[in-house]
């Protein structure tokens, strides 16, 4: 096994994985408006069904086994070329059952209409998959620089392709030949960094011991995909493809901030946190470190968002969007209600708690499931989002108490410590939308609006953070002026 990572180790690898989101984030900042614009949301609706059926299939495919990879003690080739074919088959079938049955699936999820959509996406399974087993390579040897960089190549070159067969008319097929233009341009990136090259080995045996580690994790996976996925099928098939398309496009933005930090960090604590198996102490040192951290940056960008949901909506999306304010708005508030979950996840992945990881997100799934359906069975779209902010509310206190009690934290400080600046985010956020409300018609300029509300914003949490967290950051300073004094005493 790789010896375990050390703090210069993960900052430089979370410093390329945020620097891949951060242009991811850059894109989809100026191309979901630009396609918002010029597509309706009716065809975002049936393009993030059919994209909801791909993904659910492909995590199936997956089956958890390249994860098993990356936490295996060393890198056995007929393994790794073992789960590569055994993914293609795997991935393949999964394809071949989409586009046999696609009118069942459409009108499962309560969009008929696309069905011949579906058949095309099929094929992404395979395309999606193919690239796994490189990228758990890189995982392995925290190389994620290089992931990072076909990660930007990809995303960028996809969305100008986007935004340029919209403008052409192109219509719902800009978003489909999106999707396929970058997962086919980072398949080949993974397998240029990684030097992979399959070898028709195949050994079943070799999967057995991976399957342990990887069945719990896949139905985890599955339990998530269904947290995340099922307000989509829900709101699709009691509300519309129309609303449907507008809690896509209002998810899509929300979501970018989890994209840009989140997601990139998550990536590398997995298997940071996997080579401290046998470290206690350490490994809930960095859990408590690292939740702190990013409840820090992601908690005050998700509250802003909420807070200037209203403007922000008809900046961004136009006239046209505008009513669908209050699902943006929501959707932050969601997402920021969860700040402090952060790193649970990679956590327990990590450090092997699969039984926790896979009942939390079970009853997470069923709970927002039912809440949502609920909702829109005797309600409105937005009454799904209030619900969906109470089970994320409810949400936080389990997960916290699960994970806090797997790492032998006591709860109250856990859940205090790494809570607090999301409260200070919350406490920045109804000041900013009071704001907003006393200046509604000194400045009815909506961009303006926006302007104030991130400037007071940012003025405003930056000093409750300041009052709050000094322990946080004098331990921040800390690291970089101890890292600055090895770089100096090796260049000496």
């Known amino acids: 096994m790789p010896p375990a990572p050390n703090v210069k180790t993960i900052t430089t690898n979370v410093g390329w994985s945020v620097l891949s989101k951060t242009g991811t984030f850059g894109l989809k900042f100026v191309t979901v408006p630009i396609l918002a614009r010029l597509l309706s949301p009716e065809e975002f609706g049936v393009v993030a069904v059919g994209l909801t059926v791909v993904q659910f299939l492909t995590m199936i495919a997956g089956a958890g086994l390249t994860s098993a990879l990356i936490v295996e003690k060393e890198e056995d080739m007929e393994t790794i070329h073992t789960v590569f074919w055994a993914n293609l088959a795997i991935s393949c079938t999964m394809a071949a059952v989409l586009y046999i049955f696609a009118e069942f699936f459409g009108g499962l999820l309560g969009a008929v209409e696309s069905a011949y959509l579906l058949r095309i996406m099929a094929f992404l399974i395979p395309l999606q998959l193919a690239g796994d087993v490189a990228y758990s390579l890189l995982a392995r040897r925290m190389n994620f620089s290089q ?17 340029a067969l919209a403008l052409l008319g192109f219509g719902v097929w800009a978003l489909i030949i999106q999707l396929f233009a970058a997962a086919l341009i ?17 050994k079943p045996r070799r999967l057995v011991p991976l399957l342990g580690f990887s069945s719990g994790l896949m139905g985890s996976e599955i339990a998530n995909f269904v947290t995340f996925q099922s307000p989509m099928v829900v709101i699709a098939r009691h509300l519309g493809l129309a609303d449907a398309g507008a809690y896509s ?3 899509r933005f929300a979501s970018i901030p989890n994209q840009v930090v989140l997601s990139a960090v998550m990536g590398v604590l997995f298997p ?23 409840t820090v940056l992601l908690a005050p960008m998700m509250f802003g968002l909420w807070a200037v949901a209203e403007p922000a909506m008809l900046v961004i999306f136009g006239q046209n969007w505008a009513y669908a304010w209050p699902v943006l708005g929501l959707l932050a508030l969601s997402k920021a209600i969860l700040t402090p979950c952060s790193t649970f996840i990679p956590y327990l992945k990590g450090a092997g708690y699969g039984r926790v990881l896979f009942w939390s997100a079970t009853i997470r799934a069923i709970v927002t499931t039912v809440a949502v359906w609920l909702a829109a069975l005797y309600g409105t779209l937005i009454d799904a989002m209030v619900w969906l902010c109470i089970v994320n509310a409810i949400t936080l206190v389990a997960y916290s108490w699960a994970v806090f009690k797997a790492s032998d934290t006591p709860f109250f400080r856990g859940l205090y410590v790494s809570s607090r600046p999301m409260i200070a985010a919350l406490v920045m956020a109804v000041a900013v939308r009071y704001l907003l409300h006393l200046l509604a018609e000194r400045v009815p300029n ?47």
């Open 446 to 492: 909506a961009t303006l609006q926006v302007l104030i509300g991130a400037a007071v914003g940012g003025l405003i949490y930056a000093v409750l953070i300041l009052l709050t967290e000094r322990a946080l950051l004098g331990k921040i300073l800390g690291m970089v002026k101890s890292r600055r004094m090895r770089d100096t005493a090796t260049q000496g």
């Open 186 to 202: 980072r398949l080949v990136g993974l397998y240029a960094v990684s030097r992979y090259c399959p070898r028709f080995v195949m």
């Open 147 to 163: 992931d990072a960089v076909w990660s930007m190549a990809s995303e960028s070159i996809a969305a100008v392709v986007a935004v």
């Open 272 to 294: 940071a946190f996997s080579r401290m198996m046998d470290d206690p102490q350490r490994r809930r040192d960095a859990l408590m470190f690292s939740t702190q951290v990013l």
């Open 249 to 251: 496009a209002s998810n």
